[in-house]
T-cell receptor, first 110, second 115 residues
Framework: GENVEQHPSTLSVQEGDSAVIKCTYSDSASNYFPWYKQELGKRPQLIIDIRSNVGEKKDQRIAVTLNKTAKHFSLHITETQPEDSAVYFCAAQRDDKIIFGKGTRLHILP | DSGVTQTPKHLITATGQRVTLRCSPRSGDLSVYWYQQSLDQGLQFLIQYYNGEERAKGNILERFSAQQFPDLHSELNLSSLELGDSALYFC??????????????FGNGTRLTVT
């Protein structure tokens, strides 16, 4: 069945450094790729998304890249800050069918 | 505030009991999704409704059921509860369902503790 693989499961980076989280998907018909951030004890919230007709999208310190041929997409966070510590989920979506990755726990080290 | 309302926020009950979790989607959203999140786990998809009809099912146990009412609010019923059902249950809503893509808007969740 359709699947989304997300790596790494845990990531620790020094404050100020960059963090990269990668996802691969299996359903070639997926055409929408949102990323959600979940802080401890809170609800997941959309932080950035990209559609299949775009290769890259940036919003301040956050960027997402998409390689449709290879069926993978990545989240890039630059100049990491303590408030970036959270669990990040990628998702691959086709219409209302959504497959989530298992999440990446990001730790920002002081 | 996502606009998605979940009640109650917390629920503590005993094994074998039955509970109902309620979700009101964001105004204008037609799709409602239910997810289960156990401690330190990912988002386990349970079930989705679109405009009152069941759209997709995930790994939802037979002891669990759900429905979406004409006013688009949804209820998740959990029966014969077991200790392992203790989790955070999220409802999410989105506009899409009949085509097109839109992000999910999550409620704050209902934390269920089964003792």
């Amino acid at each position: 069945g359709e699947n989304v693989e997300q790596h790494p499961s845990t990531l620790s980076v020094q404050e100020g450094d960059s963090a990269v989280i990668k996802c691969t998907y299996s359903d070639s018909a997926s055409n929408y790729f949102p990323w959600y951030k979940q802080e401890l004890g809170k609800r997941p919230q959309l932080i950035i998304d990209i559609r299949s007709n775009v290769g890259e999208k940036k919003d301040q310190r956050i960027a997402v890249t998409l390689n449709k041929t290879a069926k993978h997409f990545s989240l890039h966070i630059t100049e990491t800050q303590p408030e970036d510590s959270a669990v990040y989920f990628c998702a691959a979506q086709r219409d209302d069918k959504i497959i989530f990755g298992k999440g990446t726990r990001l730790h920002i080290l002081p | 505030d996502s606009g998605v309302t979940q009640t109650p926020k917390h629920l503590i009950t005993a094994t074998g009991q039955r509970v109902t979790l309620r979700c009101s989607p964001r105004s204008g959203d037609l799709s409602v999704y239910w997810y289960q999140q156990s401690l330190d786990q990912g988002l386990q998809f349970l079930i989705q409704y679109y405009n009152g009809e069941e759209r997709a099912k995930g790994n939802i146990l037979e002891r669990f059921s759900a429905q979406q009412f004409p006013d688009l609010h949804s209820e998740l019923n959990l029966s014969s509860l077991e200790l392992g059902d203790s989790a955070l249950y999220f409802c999410a809503s989105s506009l899409s369902g009949g085509g097109g893509n839109s992000p999910l808007h999550f409620g704050n969740g209902t934390r269920l503790t089964v003792t």
